[in-house]
């Protein structure tokens, strides 16, 4: 699935894409910049404009509003989600780099308290795995680790980076992948952080699993990392910034997606 302005939530089936939300989660039209899906994929977190944050329930077909919780009306820059759909964990961020977590119990979401960890910069980027652990990173080379949910947060790095951290994706066996500014990509083993400069322009997100991981650039680079390292996979036509990447299934494909409707698909 995907999201973007006005609200409209596309959903791939099969070879065919069907629009499953036209105007957002309340019909306000609200831009939604972010989504994230449960470990199961029943269910599709997504956040954006004007506190626009709440779920598309795949098995029942059907929308959940959730929008501005504990009055937070500011827009989400991201979301991500964890667990089995029901019983999922939930934390977002948002343009004032508030953090607010939560836990879903059936059809109701207990919200814990906003915070605002990190040392000040920018949050850009959030990740939870199905273990409980969360990572954060922001505008500062700061990289978070939290292992109650996302309740408390505790800096893990990096020291003199140097880096404008925008994505990060994590998996439960401790291995975290950061990158950001000047092509710049950080893995982490759980104890140590090496370095690798996969291109010249920005990363602005990333995927990946624990065998193999994707990164793209706003101007259309895509770089795969195996077990030779980061390599560079193919450089799409310019024109509409890249803002997100998706590994696939065995269902679907890996998917980039950008500005103006663009989706590219990988398929073999």
């Not at 992948?177 to 990509?185: E, I, L």
Request: aromatic share 8%; glycine share 14%.
């Amino acid at each position: 699935m995907g999201r973007g302005e006005d609200g409209v939530v596309l959903a791939r089936e099969g070879d065919d894409w069907t629009v499953e939300l036209e105007h957002g989660l309340s019909a306000a039209g609200d831009g939604l910049r972010t989504a994230a899906v449960t470990s199961n994929g029943r269910a599709l977190w997504m956040a954006g404009d004007s506190g626009a944050l709440g779920l598309y329930d795949v098995v029942a077909d059907r929308a959940v509003d959730l929008s501005a919780p504990l009055e937070k009306t500011t827009s989400w820059t991201a979301v991500a989600a964890a667990g089995l759909a029901g019983d999922e964990r939930i934390t977002a961020i948002n343009s004032s780099g508030e953090l607010l977590w939560g836990r879903r119990n059936g059809a109701d979401v207990s919200w814990g308290e906003v915070s605002k960890p990190g040392s000040g910069s920018s949050i850009t980027d959030i990740a939870l795995t199905s273990l409980a652990y969360g990572y954060i990173v922001d505008t500062d080379g700061g990289v978070f680790e939290s292992r109650d949910g996302g309740v408390t947060w505790t800096r893990i790095g990096i020291d003199g980076a140097g880096v404008d951290f925008a994505a990060v994706s994590a998996i439960d066996t401790g291995h975290v992948t950061v990158a950001g500014g000047n092509g710049v990509v950080y893995g982490y083993n759980g104890v140590d952080w090496s370095r690798a400069t996969v291109g010249e322009q920005p990363i602005a997100a990333l995927a990946r699993d624990r065998d193999t991981a994707l990164a793209v650039s706003a101007s259309g680079a895509i770089y795969q990392r195996s077990f030779d390292g980061w390599q560079p996979l193919v450089r799409l036509r310019p024109g509409n910034d890249l803002h997100a990447v998706a590994l696939g299934t065995a269902r679907s494909p890996q998917l980039v997606v950008g500005e103006s409707g663009t989706v590219f698909e990988r398929r073999y």
